[in-house]
């Protein structure tokens, strides 16, 4: 899933700005609430603490919310088109994917968004979630034990690990487990080591971000 | 469906039905106290069994106190003569059970013989019933005791002991019997994980805490034994086992929610993120597949409240209960297993002044409640809650002090002042402290 973390509320107030009366946060109920960064509790809680601060500013406003269950999917987002009409603000507690199509569907309204998009990851511990894919289009898991060097290793490198990782850590952050560390433990316990003996060409990064900005169709779905 | 399912050694008990489950083979554990489901692997085969309770019941790891040396554990043969050096704590301090079996050995050994001198050296010496007398007749028998600390005694080769203590130095020559460091079975990590468990520190399934004794666990009708539980199991393991058996046949006769309010998931607002499985110091949630959503199971919860103040998607909420309003000025929120009885002690206008409401736990707090509470700039809360080995919901002590801790840096980070939030510790038979507590925090000096 997309992981998130809500913006600092200083952050979120400078943004916000001074030239309003109203202001709607709109919760996404997919991905960010899972990762607790943007659901129907964080967008309570914010409001709340908006509502306090401006308060104690002595500027009159309105806050309004609502939660969403996708804000990447054009169907969910009309489903609140009043509310986002009425508002001078929007303050989108979605990914980015979700704020960029909540502008796309109102290209009339500022709006603004409320959390860092930071990865796409799994959830490790209550409250902690791990990166473990960056999108780069070609998914090469069955050949590195699944465990992905290109998200886990900090080099993305292909060929074995740098000379940087020492007892299993990366020397980037010692918080970091080093990915081809991982790799090679993953294919030893499976006997799977002579994978690592095929040496890997230099990856085609058309598929990732050098290629512009992605788009893919479903010929079966698509008839654009 | 069993009565009790034992992982690990099996005890009998002919009023009850048992099976016996290596705790290796166990894949899964769903369901609730009277309605357990387990998945375990027999014969390459996968099995399923229901059973209305679970007993974890496995031996310790143990191991010598130094490696070579024997230790005085019941079935070591003891020398009939030769000077005895005992050494408890080294390494780990002995549980008092242990404390217990070395001043027996040490005292029945000077006892014996007459021409041998007995060393007993440790680094504390935990009393239970009757310990004082043995320790009290080991001196007068002649057993000399030193208490070392940890790094000042060393036994450079067998039979000879140097000690180390304010300036002094000592050199003994005997056989040397150590206190057994034990260690929690290897099969408990994945006992505590497939039955959502929170170990111990030192990976026992029982956590230390008041509310747990002596063989519950935080999940209702899982129950620990012997070395699945704690050292502090050894010794009483016989009346145990009894209260466990016990126990299990009263819930067999009676089984009734522990709490009355039902909780429940809305099936419309939950996404299954598991946040409130995860959360759950009582393993009471669980999906529904049917629902397509996540349930509490009433019989597991014990109304914490934590799923509540945790869902993301604010799903799950008590049935029939209102939206409480919330009115500004001091507000003091006392949890309902510390503070609320010590409150009662007190007279009935220590609350004047303030705006006071009972929380089930500190792990219910919702931080959007907190911020509605200080609306005028003078509006403060104080949050009466347990110490963290009293808490009856395990974490929710800590969950709290992260809410509290989370709320305050938001407000100072705004200039909206500092410390308006503060969780407090208090136990029921502390309302001294909270009546002075109340006064300060009215005075604005907590």
Redesign the interface.
Same mark, same amino acid.
């Given at each position: 899933m997309i992981v998130g973390q809500q913006k600092?509320?200083?952050e979120i107030?400078e943004m916000l700005g001074t030239e309003w009366d109203s202001l709607l946060i709109v919760g996404c109920?997919?991905c960010v609430?899972?990762s607790?960064a943007g659901?129907?509790?964080?967008v309570?809680?914010l409001?709340?603490?908006l509502?306090?601060?401006y308060?104690?500013k002595g500027k009159k406003i309105t806050i309004a919310t609502d939660?969403i269950i996708r804000q990447c999917d054009f169907e969910f987002i009309d489903d609140i088109a009043e509310k986002v009409e009425g508002h001078d603000l929007v303050l989108s507690l979605a990914c980015g994917v979700g704020v960029q199509h909540m502008v796309e569907r109102h290209p009339e309204k500022i709006i603004l968004p409320g959390l860092n998009t930071s990865f796409y990851g799994a959830?490790t511990a209550?409250g902690e979630w791990a990166e473990r894919c960056i999108g780069c289009g070609e998914c090469i898991l069955d050949r590195f034990g699944g465990v992905c060097p290109v998200a886990r290793c900090s080099k993305s490198l292909l060929n074995g690990p740098c000379g940087g990782s020492q007892d299993g850590k990366c020397e980037v952050d010692d918080g970091i487990d080093c990915g081809w560390e991982l790799i090679y433990n993953r294919l030893n316990d499976l006997g799977l080591l002579e994978k690592l003996l095929v040496y890997e060409d230099p990856k085609d990064w058309q598929t990732y971000r050098d290629g512009g900005p992605r788009k893919l169709t479903n010929k079966e779905y698509y008839d654009g | 469906m069993y009565d009790v399912i034992f992982l690990g050694n099996q005890l009998k008990e002919p009023s009850l039905t048992t099976l016996q489950v290596d705790p290796e083979a166990l894949l899964s554990c769903r369901g609730r106290v009277g309605d357990f489901s387990l998945r375990y692997r027999d014969n390459g085969q996968v099995r399923e069994e229901k059973t209305l309770a679970l007993v974890a019941n496995l031996d310790y790891e143990h191991e010598a106190g130094l490696a070579g040396f024997p230790t005085f554990i019941e079935d070591t043969q003891i020398p009939e003569e030769g000077n005895l050096i005992f050494i408890q704590d080294y390494g780990q301090l002995a549980p008092a059970h242990i404390n217990r079996m070395g001043l027996e050995k040490a005292l029945a050994a000077a006892k014996g013989s007459s021409s041998r001198q007995v060393y007993y050296f440790y680094r504390s010496l935990r009393f239970t019933e009757g310990t004082d007398d043995i320790y009290e007749e080991a001196r007068q028998a002649g057993v000399a005791f030193f208490r070392y600390e940890e790094g000042k005694l060393k036994v450079e080769e067998p039979g000879h002991l140097t000690y180390n203590r304010g300036g002094t130095s000592m050199e003994l020559e005997g056989q040397v019997l150590t206190a057994p460091l034990l260690s929690p079975s290897p099969h408990l990590e994945k006992l505590a994980r497939i039955l959502r468990l929170n170990p111990s520190e030192e990976g026992y399934l029982q956590e230390e805490n008041v509310y747990l004794a002596p063989t519950l666990t935080g999940r209702r009708g899982v129950y620990a034994l012997g070395g699945a539980r704690n050292p502090n199991s050894l010794g009483g393991f016989e009346e145990e086992a009894c209260y466990t058996l016990e126990e299990i046949a009263a819930l067999k006769n009676d089984l009734q929610p522990l709490v009355e309010d039902e909780r429940e998931v809305d099936d419309k607002?939950c996404?299954l !993120?598991?946040?409130c499985y995860?959360?759950c110091p009582h393993a009471a949630l669980e999906e529904n597949e049917e629902q397509d959503a996540m349930e509490v199971l009433q019989e597991a919860c014990w109304g914490c409240n934590g799923c509540i103040s945790h !869902?993301?998607?604010?799903a799950i909420s008590i049935v029939g209960e209102e939206e409480e309003e919330k009115k500004p000025g001091l507000q003091v929120l006392m949890c309902e297993n510390s503070a609320v009885t010590a409150r009662k002690k007190l007279p009935k206008n220590i609350m004047d002044g303030f705006i006071s409401r009972e929380i089930s736990c500190a792990c219910s707090l919702?931080?959007?409640?907190i911020?509605?509470y200080?609306?005028d *700039?003078a509006d403060r809360v104080l949050i009466l809650g347990c110490f963290e080995e009293s808490c009856k919901h395990l974490e929710g002590e800590q969950r709290g002090q992260r809410i509290v801790d989370e709320v305050n840096e938001?407000l100072k *980070?705004?200039d909206?002042g500092e410390e308006r939030v503060r969780f407090e510790r208090l136990s029921p038979p502390m309302e001294a402290d909270m009546k002075k507590l109340l006064g300060r925090w009215r005075e604005g000096q907590l």
């Amino acid at each position: 899933m997309i992981v998130g973390q809500q913006k600092k509320a200083e952050e979120i107030i400078e943004m916000l700005g001074t030239e309003w009366d109203s202001l709607l946060i709109v919760g996404c109920g997919t991905c960010v609430t899972v990762s607790l960064a943007g659901g129907e509790r964080e967008v309570a809680a914010l409001a709340n603490l908006l509502k306090l601060y401006y308060g104690k500013k002595g500027k009159k406003i309105t806050i309004a919310t609502d939660t969403i269950i996708r804000q990447c999917d054009f169907e969910f987002i009309d489903d609140i088109a009043e509310k986002v009409e009425g508002h001078d603000l929007v303050l989108s507690l979605a990914c980015g994917v979700g704020v960029q199509h909540m502008v796309e569907r109102h290209p009339e309204k500022i709006i603004l968004p409320g959390l860092n998009t930071s990865f796409y990851g799994a959830t490790t511990a209550v409250g902690e979630w791990a990166e473990r894919c960056i999108g780069c289009g070609e998914c090469i898991l069955d050949r590195f034990g699944g465990v992905c060097p290109v998200a886990r290793c900090s080099k993305s490198l292909l060929n074995g690990p740098c000379g940087g990782s020492q007892d299993g850590k990366c020397e980037v952050d010692d918080g970091i487990d080093c990915g081809w560390e991982l790799i090679y433990n993953r294919l030893n316990d499976l006997g799977l080591l002579e994978k690592l003996l095929v040496y890997e060409d230099p990856k085609d990064w058309q598929t990732y971000r050098d290629g512009g900005p992605r788009k893919l169709t479903n010929k079966e779905y698509y008839d654009g | 469906m069993y009565d009790v399912i034992f992982l690990g050694n099996q005890l009998k008990e002919p009023s009850l039905t048992t099976l016996q489950v290596d705790p290796e083979a166990l894949l899964s554990c769903r369901g609730r106290v009277g309605d357990f489901s387990l998945r375990y692997r027999d014969n390459g085969q996968v099995r399923e069994e229901k059973t209305l309770a679970l007993v974890a019941n496995l031996d310790y790891e143990h191991e010598a106190g130094l490696a070579g040396f024997p230790t005085f554990i019941e079935d070591t043969q003891i020398p009939e003569e030769g000077n005895l050096i005992f050494i408890q704590d080294y390494g780990q301090l002995a549980p008092a059970h242990i404390n217990r079996m070395g001043l027996e050995k040490a005292l029945a050994a000077a006892k014996g013989s007459s021409s041998r001198q007995v060393y007993y050296f440790y680094r504390s010496l935990r009393f239970t019933e009757g310990t004082d007398d043995i320790y009290e007749e080991a001196r007068q028998a002649g057993v000399a005791f030193f208490r070392y600390e940890e790094g000042k005694l060393k036994v450079e080769e067998p039979g000879h002991l140097t000690y180390n203590r304010g300036g002094t130095s000592m050199e003994l020559e005997g056989q040397v019997l150590t206190a057994p460091l034990l260690s929690p079975s290897p099969h408990l990590e994945k006992l505590a994980r497939i039955l959502r468990l929170n170990p111990s520190e030192e990976g026992y399934l029982q956590e230390e805490n008041v509310y747990l004794a002596p063989t519950l666990t935080g999940r209702r009708g899982v129950y620990a034994l012997g070395g699945a539980r704690n050292p502090n199991s050894l010794g009483g393991f016989e009346e145990e086992a009894c209260y466990t058996l016990e126990e299990i046949a009263a819930l067999k006769n009676d089984l009734q929610p522990l709490v009355e309010d039902e909780r429940e998931v809305d099936d419309k607002k939950c996404i299954l !993120c598991y946040t409130c499985y995860r959360v759950c110091p009582h393993a009471a949630l669980e999906e529904n597949e049917e629902q397509d959503a996540m349930e509490v199971l009433q019989e597991a919860c014990w109304g914490c409240n934590g799923c509540i103040s945790h !869902c993301p998607a604010v799903a799950i909420s008590i049935v029939g209960e209102e939206e409480e309003e919330k009115k500004p000025g001091l507000q003091v929120l006392m949890c309902e297993n510390s503070a609320v009885t010590a409150r009662k002690k007190l007279p009935k206008n220590i609350m004047d002044g303030f705006i006071s409401r009972e929380i089930s736990c500190a792990c219910s707090l919702k931080k959007e409640d907190i911020y509605a509470y200080l609306e005028d *700039s003078a509006d403060r809360v104080l949050i009466l809650g347990c110490f963290e080995e009293s808490c009856k919901h395990l974490e929710g002590e800590q969950r709290g002090q992260r809410i509290v801790d989370e709320v305050n840096e938001t407000l100072k *980070s705004l200039d909206l002042g500092e410390e308006r939030v503060r969780f407090e510790r208090l136990s029921p038979p502390m309302e001294a402290d909270m009546k002075k507590l109340l006064g300060r925090w009215r005075e604005g000096q907590l």
